[in-house]
T-cell receptor, first 110, second 115 residues
């Protein structure tokens, strides 16, 4: 089983602060996806990174895939209350299985 | 667009009862999967299917059965419910199998409690 570890598990910050969420593994993934989940709903895809070293930006969110394709990070600049939610990374590895990390629960206080 | 539809939204079972969680998608997706979500453990894959008539086990398949008789439907059956199966269950589909990095589209989940 390929494992993905996310850190931190919980993060509570004030509006306007910056933050980084990490997703690490000892396994290599062909791609890595980031999802955001709100209470009572299923996760929704934010981004897919495929190439080692790739950086993708989505407004105030910056996603990076590690050079060795074993890890990824999500950086949020000037967080807003609307960014509150559960952030999940997921890796495409061996076989037809997408493996999820344990998630980072983010709360942004106004 | 309906996307991925799961029923029921909530269910309470007694230990030993059986039930089927329904999942349907209207996007003609090849790949469908079932996950369970427990606090602090993210999403764990139960079973998946790469097309009609084809199913395979994920990380935590014990106690669950699936079938894929049509492209649209992928029901999850609990054979004899146990308290350890209390969880939120998500069905998800993608256009292609995992090797194509297709995004997963999730339903809104079924919250199951086994007493």
């Amino acid at each position: 089983t390929q494992l993905l570890e996310q850190s931190p598990q919980f993060l509570s910050i004030q509006e306007g602060e910056n933050l980084t969420v990490y997703c690490n593994s000892s396994s290599v993934f062909s791609s890595l996806q980031w999802y955001r989940q709100e209470p009572g709903e299923g996760p929704v895809l934010l981004v897919t990174v495929v190439t080692g070293g790739e950086v993708k930006k989505l407004k105030r969110l910056t996603f990076q895939f590690g050079d060795a394709r074993k890890d990824s990070s999500l950086h949020i600049t000037a967080a807003q209350p609307g960014d509150t939610g559960l952030y999940l990374c997921a890796g495409d590895g061996a076989g037809n299985m997408l493996t999820f990390g344990g998630g980072t629960r983010l709360m942004v206080k106004p | 667009n309906a996307g991925v539809t799961q029923t029921p939204k909530f269910q309470v079972l007694k230990t030993g009862q059986s039930m089927t969680l329904q999942c349907a998608q209207d996007m003609n997706h090849e790949y469908m999967s079932w996950y369970r979500q427990d606090p602090g453990m993210g999403l764990r894959l139960i079973h998946y299917s790469v097309g009609a008539g084809i199913t395979d086990q994920g990380e935590v398949p014990n106690g669950y059965n699936v079938s894929r008789s049509t492209t649209e439907d992928f029901p999850l059956r609990l054979l004899s419910a146990a308290p350890s199966q209390t969880s939120v269950y998500f069905c998800a589909s993608s256009q292609h199998s995992r090797g194509n990095n297709s995004p997963l589209h999730f339903g809104n989940g079924t919250r199951l409690t086994v007493t």
